[in-house]
């Protein structure tokens, strides 16, 4: 076995969906510019996307060991990059549904399948941990990428041009050098046991859990966080150019410091844990973006930016509301941590199906509300909506605390 190799088509396919997957925010925009739909309408790309996450991660978690991680990697790129190539001939909105629908299937598989072999080619603790932080990181890099890739095939002085579409070709030569990666990289079929469970019996299991308190308390945080996260995130390239009146490019490059936020944030927070505890770091996070919300959004009134040629010369307000990204980083990772080390390691599986299911509903329900807001009153309405799930996030946190401290949870995490 080549583990570079290996290690090579895992990252260059979880670039290649880093890209895909987080240029959700650019395509509503150019959807509203050029395609002539709603916010309300252009909302539902989430939709299509993170629900497709969802239902494919519980439907196919236990059938990819069967007809192997490097099949499942090649058929979800295939898919993909067949979707790339037939976007811009047909150039309407309908597409684009089917397409994040394409990713949001194609990623479940993806994910599914990256985190299995990564097993293949560590064999310690350290090991796999050093190699997943490594393919996480290559994921920020896509995405900080993806904004300049559509930046690049966006026509300022005519935003409602359908040109913009272009950029899916490349993205189709992209995805076919991860498939080559994958093609080349000696990715073994797993070892099939004959007791597998049922995929009835995994649901099961994973329903049972939300009958725990903690479970409970958790699976509501994970949605208020993912919520604030897509409502933010996937508007704010719209916030910029419909608010501040910015070029659509400059727009789309600004929203990569969202981006960049959150990988320097999830850096930062991994020292600040060194001396500090978990509770204390979210709390302290959830209020940092709280406050950044109510200095923020009062500057953004009256801005305009439509003579800004280049993200240089925007108005300071555009560049301090990306950074709520930096705060709002280190708490979905570690209310995910200590989620799943308060819990037996048998309880994992089914909690990360949780995990990705509750997931995803944030993820639409964010984009949802703050499109349906920001087109029925305004951007800064949208934004200030974001107050009511980071309070809420104090509260639920609070408990999560209270809970993780009875002697039950405190003895499954010492034995996981």
């Known amino acids: 076995m080549n583990p570079i190799r290996i290690t090579i088509a895992l990252a260059c396919s979880y670039f290649v969906f880093a890209i895909m997957l987080n240029s959700v925010g650019t395509v509503i925009l150019q959807a509203i510019n050029s ?55 047909i150039a309407d909105f309908w597409i684009l549904k089917a397409l994040f629908a394409a990713i949001g299937c194609s990623f479940a598989v993806m994910k599914i399948s990256v985190y299995s072999v990564i097993g293949q080619v560590t064999d310690n603790a350290n090991k ?14 896509g995405v900080l990428s993806g904004y300049w890739i559509f930046a690049l095939f966006i026509d300022a002085d005519n935003p409602q041009s359908s040109h913009w579409l272009n950029v899916y ?27 597998q469970q049922s995929q009835l019996h995994d649901f099961i299991d994973m329903l049972k859990l939300t009958y725990q308190p903690l479970v409970l308390i958790f699976v509501v945080s994970a949605f208020m966080y993912v919520l604030i996260e897509q409502g933010v995130g996937t508007w704010l390239p719209t916030f910029n150019n419909q608010v501040l009146k910015l070029p659509v490019d400059v727009s789309i490059q600004l929203a990569s410091l969202f981006a960049a936020a959150l990988a320097l944030g999830r850096l ?4 600040v844990l060194r001396f500090i505890s978990w ?42 509301l990306p ?7 280190p708490i979905y990772p570690l209310l995910n941590s200590v989620m799943l080390s308060s819990l037996a390691k048998h309880k994992h599986a089914a909690m990360t199906g949780l995990i990705v299911v509750f997931s995803a509903l944030g993820g639409t329900t964010g984009s949802i509300i703050t499109g349906f807001v920001f087109d029925k009153f305004s951007g800064q309405h949208a934004f200030y909506l974001t107050l009511v799930p980071i309070a809420l996030l104090l509260i639920t946190v609070s408990i999560f605390k209270k809970i993780t401290l009875k002697p039950q949870y405190q003895a499954a995490s010492s034995a996981a």
């Not at 796999?128 to 890099?141: D, K, P, R, W």
């Not at 991860?178 to 093609?183: C, E, K, L, Q, T």
């Open 35 to 89: 395609l002539d739909v709603s916010k309300t309408q252009a909302s539902v790309l989430e939709g299509f996307k993170d629900l497709s996450i969802a239902i494919v991660s519980f439907l196919v978690a236990s059938f990819i060991p069967r007809i192997g991680y490097k099949i499942a990697m090649l058929g979800a790129l295939l898919l993909v990059a067949a979707m790339c190539l037939v976007v811009p001939s």
């Open 128 to 141: 796999h941990s050093a190699l997943l932080n490594t393919i996480e990181g290559v994921f920020m890099l």
């Open 169 to 195: 070709y490349l993205l189709a030569v992209i995805v076919a050098v991860a498939f080559i990666s994958v093609i080349a990289a000696p990715i073994k079929s797993p070892e099939l046991k004959t007791n």
């Open 268 to 271: 930062v927070a991994g020292q």
């Open 279 to 320: 509770f204390s770091l979210l709390m302290g996070c959830l209020v940092a973006m709280g406050v950044l919300v109510l200095l923020v959004l009062p500057l953004t009134h009256d801005v305009d930016g439509s003579q800004v040629k280049s993200v240089f010369d925007v108005p300071f307000a555009a560049y301090m």
């Open 323 to 329: 950074l709520i990204g930096f705060f709002m980083a």
